[in-house]
């Protein structure tokens, strides 16, 4: 099936941002929420992506105002009978994501896709809310979208071929790179994601380092930004509901750093609400220099425990590697979704946590991990399919096999 209309149901900034996606390749899209409020947000966002091209010299200003035109604002379903996709962006609450499908059912046409930005929740139950769970598939975005190339397209249970074959089109023509990824909490980047920026804020909690020194590290390694600058960006209480539903689905490993409930019940939600690990603008922060040491003095975290870039980022590989044991991608997906998803290089080169693994040796990341085990407990645990590998003398560039072939 050809998409000719989408739909994007709650505006808001990953609403426009989508929105803007979806315009920037020429199609039509109605964009639909509940509040005014969030309409205007999710058209600013839009404007502000153009206005940007504009500034720079990229785009005309009667291209830019062609492009807006695409875009039909909306509090009402009146405009839904002809689309072909929609994508919902509304909050992470599984029942209010259910309700929002179930009324959708009734405004659409059958045949209408039904998509879901969710940044972790299941596909599946989401389908099994509605009467068409064939329709029902994961397209998620990666912020900033209009600059991210990745789309994870993750099909529930019921899901049919033809919904994702349609699906993976489409996200091709937004000029967009679709990864079709089996449906897991988390799905594969932020599944990945989650146990580095959780392990930067427990070393950052626990007085391991500070937020710069952790950041500036990251960067060193090859990540385009620090975790506490993308945790600013992202919002720090969408990687708190995502971290708690990870541990919610994969239990101790991924426990939640204590310095998340801390921030947000400070009402620091990154860039967006002026402060978040950081002071924007500011940098480095009194407040949460108090609150790391008032975690330390209850005893709530350890205290003087040590910083290593191989702390933050080995959860990542150890968990890829994980994902190349349950079949969630081919190991070539989970690395270009890595690369592309965010931007990850290594050693001046684009490439992913099992490529990187490969370059530093498995045996090496197993003698790693297993340090790391030792000083702050099981989370760090190698992987299986780490350890079988090495066992297997298969031990990356060196022996010309790791995860990848070497020759
Ligand atoms: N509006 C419009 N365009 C903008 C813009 C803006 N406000 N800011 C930048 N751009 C454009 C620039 O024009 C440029 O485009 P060009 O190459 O055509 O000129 C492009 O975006 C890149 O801009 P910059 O070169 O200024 O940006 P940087 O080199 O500083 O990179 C970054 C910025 C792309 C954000 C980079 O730091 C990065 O990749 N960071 C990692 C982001 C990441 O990890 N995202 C995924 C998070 S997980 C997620 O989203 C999932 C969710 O479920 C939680």
């Known amino acids: 099936m050809y998409i000719f ?12 941002e989508i929105a803007q996606v979806i315009t920037y ?57 002809d689309v072909d996709i929609v994508i919902e962006a509304v909050p992470e609450k599984m029942a209010v994501k259910q309700a929002v499908f179930k009324e959708l059912e009734g405004v659409c046409p059958e045949e209408t896709i039904f998509a879901s930005n969710t940044s972790a929740l299941s596909i599946s139950e989401m389908g099994a809310a509605t009467g068409k769970p064939q329709k029902m598939i994961g397209m998620h975005f990666f912020n900033p979208a209009h600059v991210m190339k990745l789309v994870e397209v993750i099909p529930g249970l019921d899901t049919n071929q033809e919904t994702v074959d349609d699906v993976v089109m489409f996200a091709e023509s937004l000029r967009k790179i ?16 989650m146990p580095y920026l959780n392990e930067a804020t427990k070393a950052l909690g626990e007085g391991a380092a500070t937020a710069t020194e952790i950041d500036q590290a990251v960067v060193a390694w090859g990540m385009p930004m620090g975790p506490f600058t993308l945790m600013d960006m992202l919002g720090i209480d969408v990687c708190g509901h995502v971290g708690d539903y990870l541990y919610a689905e994969y239990g101790e490993r991924m426990s939640p750093a204590p310095l998340f409930a801390e921030l947000l019940e ?23 220099k108090g609150m790391i040491e008032a975690l330390q003095s209850s005893g709530t975290v350890p205290s003087g ?12 590989v150890n968990e890829a ?36 693994a490969d370059k530093i040796g498995l045996d090496a990341v197993v003698e790693q991990l297993t340090m790391l085990e030792q000083e702050l407990g099981p989370r760090f645990r190698p992987s299986r399919p780490l350890k079988l590998r090495v066992r297997a003398g298969h031990l990356g560039v060196k022996t010309g096999k790791g995860f990848l072939e070497h020759v």
């Open 305 to 316: 425990t040590s910083f290593s870039v191989g702390r933050v980022m080995l959860p990542l």
């Open 25 to 81: 390749s020429g199609l039509p899209v109605v964009m639909k929420d509940v509040d005014q409020g969030m309409l205007d947000k999710g058209m600013d966002k839009v404007r502000s992506v153009y206005q940007h091209r504009v500034d720079r010299g990229k785009m005309s200003a009667g291209d830019m105002q062609a492009k807006l035109d695409l875009v039909t604002p909306t509090l009402t379903y009146d405009e839904f009978g």
């Open 321 to 356: 590697a994980l994902c190349v044991q349950e079949n969630i991608a081919t190991i070539n997906d989970i690395d270009m979704s890595m690369v592309a998803g965010t931007g990850m290089t290594y050693g001046g080169e684009r490439i992913g946590p099992l490529a990187v």
């Open 266 to 288: 400070a009402g620091r939600l990154g860039e967006k609400s002026g402060a978040g690990f950081y002071d924007h603008p500011g940098g480095e922060s009194a407040t949460v």
């Open 5 to 16: 209309k989408a739909a994007v149901v709650g505006a808001g900034t990953m609403g426009g």
């Open 178 to 193: 679709p990864v079709v990824v089996q449906e897991c909490p988390g799905f594969l980047v932020n599944r990945l994601l």
